[in-house]
């Protein structure tokens, strides 16, 4: 499965945007880019998945680049409650055994 | 809906002790995991079960032993608890259908500890 490479944390203040880019220069043709934030004393929670181009829930927007060897996962208008640690995960429909494996992730503070 | 649901919430072990967290979901998922979490670590995965019947090392497999009982329920075995051993254990499950493949639904984690 693809390697990623994410910024270990991040600061931001409330009402900003934040925006992590995640690095997976051996992404497969078949691989997706999912990402899950985890607050404190609880599983991960899955936010965004998506292919190529762009895709958005109600929750952020997932900017993915044409060569797909990068990605970028938008968070508009943080507040408190999105401090937390978000991974990005990628892997394919057809992933060899399911061998999911997460990465670092990103710790993101949001100042008041 | 359950969800994912990982019994117990919380265990205190003696070093050489053994034991069994259960894990158990209710979404007719194919596929199962186990991973620990190292406090300020990611997860790491420690064995999973791409459909039933069938179980598959992780990359830190080592101590532990799993069995898929049936479609809903995946438990992780410690034969001989060890410190090292310490950490967050969280369940998941996902669905191999469509794009649903890469959507974990993990459970609320057993905090272990190993003296």
């Known amino acids: 499965l693809a390697k990623t490479t994410q910024p270990i944390s991040m600061d931001s203040y409330e009402g900003q945007e934040v925006n992590i880019t995640c690095s997976h220069n051996?992404?497969?043709?078949?691989?997706?880019i999912t990402w899950y934030q985890q607050f404190p004393s609880q599983g991960p929670r899955f936010i965004i998945q998506?292919?190529?181009t762009k895709v958005t829930n109600e929750v952020a927007s997932l900017f993915i680049p044409a060569d797909r060897k990068s990605s970028t996962l938008s968070l508009p208008r943080v507040s408190l409650s999105d401090t937390a640690v978000y991974y990005c995960?990628?892997?394919?429909?057809?992933?060899?055994?399911?061998?999911?494996?997460f990465g670092g992730g990103t710790r993101v503070l949001v100042k008041p | 809906n359950a969800g994912v649901t990982q019994t117990p919430k919380f265990q205190v072990l003696k070093t050489g002790q053994s034991m069994t967290l259960q894990c158990a979901q209710d979404?007719?998922?194919?596929?199962m995991y186990w991973y620990r979490q190292d406090p300020g670590m990611g997860l790491r995965l420690i064995y999973y079960?791409?459909?039933?019947?069938?179980?598959d090392k992780g990359e830190v497999p080592n101590g532990y032993n799993v069995s898929r009982l049936n479609k809903r329920e995946f438990s992780l075995r410690l034969e001989s608890a060890a410190p090292s051993q310490t950490s967050v254990y969280f369940c998941?499950?996902?669905?191999?259908?469509?794009?649903?493949?890469?959507?974990?639904?993990f459970g609320s984690g057993t905090q272990l500890s190993v003296l």
């Open positions: 998941a499950s996902s669905d191999r259908q469509g794009t649903l493949n890469l959507k974990l639904f």
């Open positions: 051996n992404i497969a043709t078949n691989d997706y």
């Open positions: 998506g292919y190529k």
């Open positions: 995960l990628v892997g394919g429909f057809k992933a060899a055994g399911n061998k999911l494996t």
């Open positions: 979404m007719n998922h194919n596929s």
């Open positions: 079960s791409a459909s039933e019947g069938t179980t």
